[in-house]
């Protein structure tokens, strides 16, 4: 089984429309989770934390479950700028152990 | 901020060629770099953490003879793909352990092609 799994699209979705990623991981005790921003033929980008409380930033809202081992990412407003893949990212023990996903392509259409 | 540089971002060649990539920390000191390889529509994943002053930890899988480590200062680590074929072919990623919020600062990449 997969550290971490998710959805790889891809997600067609026109502007300002409102998109979710979500993401299983198999480990319970894994202690931190984010999201990273992937550009074709880039390296990965911190997006953002993902905190037990869930968290938000600007149109990004990020929610963790970990009774399900469950993590959401939600965009609202999508901008065409928008358009990449996302990778759910968790570490069972901090910042030296980080398992990505395969990630999930976004495409923002006009 | 934190930045990872990494050299060069595209190679091109021929199968038999060994191939060597740099990954320098340029405004901090990394005492652990780490090394990873992503295949067209397929996650990151871990081949080796690279230590500075000795030797590097390969994931499992990761042949340590053909993917050569050097860590031999604080602010560089190279990756030597030896004798590379063309199954080689990959995107290879650097990073840094991260400051602040960053959990690893990753460097631009290396797509490495070989014929």
């Known amino acids: 089984r997969k550290e971490v799994e998710q959805d790889p699209g891809p997600f067609n979705v026109p502007e300002g429309a409102t998109v979710a990623f979500n993401c299983t991981y198999s480990?319970?005790?894994?202690?931190?989770f984010f999201w990273y921003r992937q550009d074709c033929r880039k390296e990965p980008k911190l997006l953002m934390s993902v905190y037990s409380s869930g968290n938000e930033d600007g149109r990004f809202t990020a929610q963790l479950n970990r009774a399900s081992q469950y993590i959401s990412l939600l965009i609202r407003d999508s901008k065409l700028s928008d358009s990449a893949t996302y990778l759910c990212v968790v570490s069972p023990t901090g910042a030296n152990n980080l398992f990505f996903g395969t990630g999930t392509r976004l495409t923002v259409i006009p | 901020g934190a930045v990872v540089s990494q050299h060069p971002s595209r190679v091109i060649c021929k199968s038999g060629t060994s191939v060597k990539i740099e990954c320098r920390s340029l405004?901090?000191?990394?005492?652990?770099m780490f090394w990873y390889r992503q295949f067209p529509k397929q996650s990151l994943m871990l081949m080796a953490t690279s230590n500075e002053g000795s030797k590097a930890t390969y994931e499992q899988g990761v042949e340590k003879d053909k993917f050569l480590i050097n860590h031999a200062s604080l602010t560089l680590s190279t990756l030597t793909v030896t004798s590379a074929h063309p199954e080689d072919s990959s995107f290879y990623i650097c990073?840094?352990?991260?400051?602040?919020?960053?959990?690893?600062?990753f460097g631009d990449g290396t797509r490495l092609s070989i014929l």
């Open positions: 990073s840094a352990h991260g400051t602040g919020k960053e959990p690893q600062h």
């Open positions: 480990n319970s005790a894994s202690q931190s």
């Open positions: 405004d901090f000191q990394a005492t652990t």
